[in-house]
């Protein structure tokens, strides 16, 4: 199967995680200390990494699901309506009594900076025993945030048994945005490994190449071990990207700049649905992944909220080659070429809209009209086309006579 049969064929991705609101509030200036300051707006938006994720990978339309621990407060009704109906499936999520989980978030315009305040009261996050009455074969994909090691890291050895002595495994990602030392015996339990930049700044990394290294090395297993590694990838915000393979080749890809920036918070879990999409999805390679992840992200910041990542062109320019049906690609052998060919066409074709001026004439021809009765039922229509041919028959030898006829003439009106 080729990439370009994925969006039809692909199992939903699994988001653990959190689902918390965020309060952003913007300011003309930086709030002074000590003094009464004035908010130009203040709106909330869905928070927390994973329901970010789902949502986002929804709005390019993949399928997802999410569990995480839900509030049956009514101020998250709003936003758990959304994802139901963005088609997020929701009904394995355990719920509490408790109050939501939300952050603040202060956005000033001159100078344009962001200060985010989490709230540290301790929220329940989704437990192993939530996580295991999951039927893991309905999924390709499950990624996870690196919170509650003791109970994440009992759901990542769930999934490693179920890949055990299986052809098709459910693929897993992490992403690591905070606590680095407490959760590094996750690390290397999972396919792809996604870090924080602000994270990697706290442990004086100062690249997003050392970063990737700096993870490596820090394996509990040495490279000289033949035993499959996960692939580091860290976002370093108007500076790109890299990435790291499991064989240890290293790329870096420049960013995505916008032509202008309006809120550049859920960048991050942004990146992480975009790489998610293009790696699972589209069968992208890593430097490809990670490249696509870029421009979701940029796209992103050119606006509050997340509804607007759906207005993004999913197909890179250099894709629409692909769709030229005529020319056969090496990479694909002849057993596929019918159904690449299908497939291309139909996921890549221009859609050219008809104004119905062409039926309206051919339904109005008197030529075909004539010939079909007024109160003529269903096995009276078999009549009209021997009709139809007979009468296209004589027309064809009037007109050979007709022809015959003029040279004739112009044979005599020719002098000698």
């Given at each position: ?11 939903p991705v699994?988001?653990v995680?959190?689902l918390s609101?965020?309060?952003i509030?913007?300011?003309k ?14 709106h909330?938006q869905?928070g927390?990494?994973?329901?970010i ?12 699901e ?19 109906g ?9 719920k ?5 989980a ?7 315009k ?8 989490h709230?540290?009261r301790?929220?329940p ?20 945030e690196?919170r509650?090691?003791?109970e994440?890291?009992?759901m990542?050895?769930?999934v490693l ?7 098709e495994r459910?693929l897993?990602s992490?992403?690591v945005?905070?606590g ?6 996750l690390?290397?339990m999972c396919d792809?490994v ?5 994270l990697?700044?706290q442990q004086?990394?100062q ?7 700096q993870l490596?090395?820090?394996?509990r297993?040495?490279?000289?071990i033949h ?17 790291l393979?499991?064989?240890g ?18 960048a991050?879990?942004?990146?992480t649905a ?17 490249e696509f ?5 940029g ?14 062109n999913?197909?890179?320019?250099d ?29 890549n ?8 001026k062409?039926?309206s004439?051919l339904?109005?021809?008197?030529f ?10 269903e ?10 041919k ?6 064809k030898?009037?007109?050979?006579s007709?022809?015959?006829?003029i ?8 002098p000698?």
């Amino acid at each position: 199967m080729n990439h370009y049969c994925a969006l039809s064929m692909t199992k939903p991705v699994l988001c653990v995680g959190n689902l918390s609101m965020d309060i952003i509030t913007i300011c003309k200036e930086q709030p002074e200390k000590g003094k009464e300051n004035c908010s130009l707006e203040t709106h909330w938006q869905r928070g927390g990494h994973a329901s970010i994720v789902s949502f986002v990978l929804s709005l390019l339309n993949a399928q997802s699901e999410f569990l995480g621990m839900l509030s049956r407060s009514p101020i998250l009704s709003a936003i758990i309506t959304e994802m139901q109906g963005k088609g997020i499936e929701m009904m394995h999520c355990p719920k509490t009594d408790e109050d939501p989980a939300f952050s603040t978030i202060i956005v000033s315009k001159k100078p344009r900076s962001s200060s985010v305040i989490h709230c540290n009261r301790e929220f329940p996050y989704c437990r192993y025993k939530d996580f295991k009455q999951l039927d893991l074969s309905r999924f390709g994909w499950v990624h996870f945030e690196a919170r509650n090691v003791i109970e994440t890291v009992q759901m990542v050895r769930a999934v490693l048994d179920y890949n055990n002595g299986k052809k098709e495994r459910i693929l897993t990602s992490l992403r690591v945005n905070s606590g680095y030392h407490e959760n590094k015996h996750l690390i290397d339990m999972c396919d792809f490994v996604l870090f924080s930049r602000q994270l990697a700044m706290q442990q004086g990394w100062q690249s997003a190449r050392q970063t990737c290294r700096q993870l490596d090395f820090d394996l509990r297993l040495p490279r000289l071990i033949h035993m499959k590694r996960p692939c580091f990838i860290c976002s370093w915000g108007p500076k790109g990207a890299g990435c790291l393979t499991g064989e240890g080749v290293y790329h870096e890809m420049p960013p995505y700049k916008p032509q202008h920036i309006v809120d550049t918070h859920g960048a991050g879990a942004c990146f992480t649905a975009g790489f998610i999409y293009a790696t699972y999805i589209r069968s992208m390679s890593l430097s490809d992944a990670v490249e696509f992840a870029n421009r979701v992200a940029g796209h992103k910041i050119t606006d509050f909220g997340y509804n607007h990542i759906a207005k993004l062109n999913i197909y890179p320019i250099d894709v629409t080659k692909a769709a030229d049906v005529d020319v056969p690609s090496a990479q694909y052998s002849e057993d596929s070429e019918a159904e690449a060919v299908i497939c291309r066409k139909y996921l890549n074709r221009k859609i050219n809209y008809s104004d119905g001026k062409y039926a309206s004439q051919l339904l109005e021809n008197p030529f075909l009209n004539q010939y079909a009765k007024p109160d003529a039922d269903e096995s009276s229509e078999k009549n009209i086309y021997p009709v139809y041919k007979s009468s296209m028959a004589t027309m064809k030898s009037s007109l050979v006579s007709k022809s015959v006829q003029i040279k004739l003439k112009r044979n005599v009106s020719t002098p000698n």
